[in-house]
Structures are given as structure tokens and as C-alpha cells.
């Protein structure tokens, strides 16, 4: 069992390989060493392992009251999202977004407003960008649906736009991001050639709060010349 | 803030018979289609129906079909993307399409259904929040008082409520004298748009006739206009999401120069679209130009009584009709 000391704001305790030693002390190390372990993954992790944790104890806590509400009855429904089918209990007032981020753990797809005034929840459904925090999960039991983790490619390497968004600098806090990706995919899946005007208009419907709507713009105009 | 979903029973019915079955056994069964307003409600909590019919699994409520007059029959759940993309809608009815593509937001549009977006309720934000009014039942009107916050509110027609009418394409299908088609309990009627909205002082709890019970099984836009020259334009704070502070929809046919028949309607200025008929009977037979501009501006708001922060839509409703006329020159 390792020990920490007290936090010592002189060291650099960004993880890395070599810890760096400190001033006069040599062969000591950093005394503080922190979590490896994302947030994410956390969530992640706690989801897929059905352990019920604060917050979607509290979405779920409408869907699971007395037994005799049949009104609450869980069905089994096979969902197929980035072409992988899956059952999936889903309620009858469950959305989809809160299906791929509680029940499949999908977290990328981020529920920003949940009443269709930002985008940050977009998805594609059928070829046509929806979304997901105003879809109910049973009326795209029949769709194909692809997240944004269904984007990247199998080998693990970036989509054009992710990548062209990293390079125009999309991203500042980053919240919309998968929002924004998931829409500029379906808009070069539809037209691989769009002009700007044609761009603004997909893109239209994703709302950024950090402004950052230009580089995204010309991280789509990017994306399209190398599809 | 929005919160999780009330419970309800949730039926998918594939058929027009099953569904009004479900809706003759259930009271209150409430109809969803693409669900961008009725959502929105549940999640507000403000309306709470035990029943929801989802009736987007129907086939015979989807799609646009070709008439015999030249006209079009377009299913209620046809969603607005794709009655945007429609060549038939875009070749005879641009202002339709135009009005389809100027709604909300691209990911509402392929979800949002033309059918749900003629019956949606009213915007007014008070009525939304949940506030005792008029319209939802109570006795007061929380949007025409002194201090309220009014510009997305009525200039005509008011009689309590000062709600308007939110909907894009409604103005532009009013314009073209759509009929919309009714059925409750396998009785099928045609109700011209005319008659299919309603003010305040017909029932103030609704905007259409359509009652619990009734399904919107599509609309039937008549030839009459198809290929006329046509124009749209919906002018809101933001190109994306907002709802129209002023839109106006016009359809008219011109012979040698001159205006020979013509069909104008202005929305979100009163409860249900307006018909313009002052400038109709104005330009009929008349050469779009300046003089005529200056005449159409005195009547296009005659008779607006302004509430307190929405005078503003007194020219932008004269500049609207000016600028339709001016695009038939």
C-alpha cells in the first residue's frame, strides 16, 4: 500500500513515464500519484456492470415504480447501433439517447439540452441525422443507428472530419463535438462534395457555445476534400 | 429544465384501423408522430397522458402521391425533410418546400412531421411553462399585461389569448387552399385550411379542430396553384430553430404584367394564419410597382392592435407583403 504526502504545488504531476526528480532530492519520487482511470471509463465501466449508480438512478426512477403500473413495463427490444444488434430492456417512455448512454454505456453520444435545442445528442438514424434525446427508443427499433463511436474507423484511425476537426481546432470545450462529427458525417455521406452553404445548412442544427462554429465549417470543407 | 418522462402505455399501431381502435378504447390516448412537440410536453411535465399512439408505423399516413387535378396528397407523418426534397412538392409548390426548409432545425426536419407541424400547439411561453391560463384552463391571461414579455405575441384576433400560430407550413398550406383530411372512427372528412384552425374564440384550449379521437391522416393541396408563381419568407431571431416572428406565404398567377388572381397569408401575427384578403382584392388586376407598394403597405396590418412589446411586427408585416408582391415584377 503506497502512501501520499501532501500535495505539493512545485511538483508536475501530470502522469508520464519518467517521474521527474525532485530539486535537491535525489532518487525521490513524485509523492502523489493520481488515478488512472478516466471518468469516462469509470462510467463506462459502472454502466456495463449494471450497478446502479446516482444519476441514472434518478433517470430510471420514473420507469420502475410499483409492479401493477403497467404502464412502466420494460420490453426487450434488439437495438442495432454502429452494426452491432443488441437486446436492450427499454421503457416505453425511455429516449434513445438515454438507451445508448445508461443501458449500452455508449457515453459519446452527450445529452446537452434534452429537448432538441442544441444538437450535442445528434445520432444517425437511417442515413438521417436525428435527435436522440427527443427520439422514444422503440420507434427506431428498426433503424440502423450509428453513434459517434460507430465513426471511427475498425483499425482505430480518426474519420476525416474528426480528423479535420482536430486540425481546424473544432474542439474547445468540446461538448458539442460529438454532435458536430456525427452531423458533418452524415452530411459528406449524403453529398461528399457540399458546398459551404450546403455545409452551414447540415451543420445548422448543432448548437456551440464556444462560437467555434467557422472552424468547424472549415474543418467539414477540409473533411469533404479528402473523402 | 426538462425532466425524465411521466409513465405511459406506448402503442405502435401498423394499421389506420388499429389505431382507432386504440383511440376509441383509450380517452385520453394522446397522438405522437415525430414527437418534436408532444416531447417536449412530457418532458416539461405539463401534459401527462396515460396512452401514447405513435402512429409514424402507418404506411398509409406516409408519403406524397400525385393527384389527378395536379395537385398532391401528402401523408400526415411525411416528415418536413422530405417534403422539402420532393421534386413534385418543389416543382408545384415551392413555397410549400421553401416553408418545409425553413422550419426549426435540419435534425427536427427529418424527424418532425408536416402533420404534426400544422397541429402543434401554440408557443406562447407562459402557456409552455405551465401557467394557469386561458388556454390551459384557468382564467387569466399571463401574456397581455403590463409587464408581461409579448413580442412573439398576437396583433389580431385576440379574444383572451394572445397566442399565435407557430407553424411554417400551415401558412404557406393555407396560401395554397389546402383541404386537410380527417378520420375518427373510420369516418373521413375534408376540412379546408380555412376552417381547420381555429382562434380563441372558437375553442381556446386548441389550434385546430381536431379533438381527441381524430387522426390527421394527410393533406390534400389542390391543383389550383401548382405552377403558380409563389414566394415564402419567415423572418425569426435566429435562420435556425426559432419560431417565425413574422412569415408570410403567397401564391398568385400573372397575366401580361398584371396580378390576375392571388392568395396571401401572414403568420404568427394572429391565432390561426392570416389571409390577407385587404391586399388580395388591393392587387388583383394591378402592375406590381412602386405605387402599389406604398398602397399595400397602408392596408397589410390595417386593423393591428399591437400589445405592449410587439409594434414591431406592424411594418415587418407590411414590409413581408411588399416584399411578395415585389418578387412578381
Redesign the interface.
Known sequence: METYGPYDPTVDYVPGPAPRPKHGRDGETRSWRPLHMSRRNFLRGVVCSGVVIGGSA??F???T?ARA????VERLVRLTVNGRTRSVEV???E?LATTLRYRLGLTGTKIG?????C?AC?VIADG????SC???T??VRDSEITTVEGIVGEDGRLHPVQQAFIEEIGPQCGFCTPGQVV?AVALLNRNPNPTIEEAR??M??NLCRCGAYDHYLRGVMKAAERV | MTDVMHNFELFQPATLADAQAILGDHEDAWIIAGGMDSLDWFKHRVKQPSVVVDIANIPDLHGIREEDDGGLWIGATTTLTEVNESEAVQSRFPVLAQAALRVASPQIRNKGTIGGNVSQDTRCTYYRDGFPCYRAGGNTCYANTPTAMNREHALFGVSRCVAVTPSDTAIALSALEAMFIVERHGNRREVAAADFFIGPDIDITRMTILEPGDILVGIRVPGKWAGSRQYFEKVADRNTWDFALANIAMAATVDAGAISDISMVCGAVQCTPRRLTDVESLVRGETPGEELETLIKRVAARGAEPLNFNHFKVPLMENLAVRAIRSLA
Open positions: 434518478y433517470l426512477s420514473a420507469t415504480p403500473d403497467t404502464r412502466a421503457a416505453p417512455n429516449t439540452c434534452n429537448q432538441g435545442e444538437g445528434t438521417t441525422t436525428i435527435y427527443s427520439t422514444l422503440h420507434r452531423s445548412l447540415a445548422s442544427g
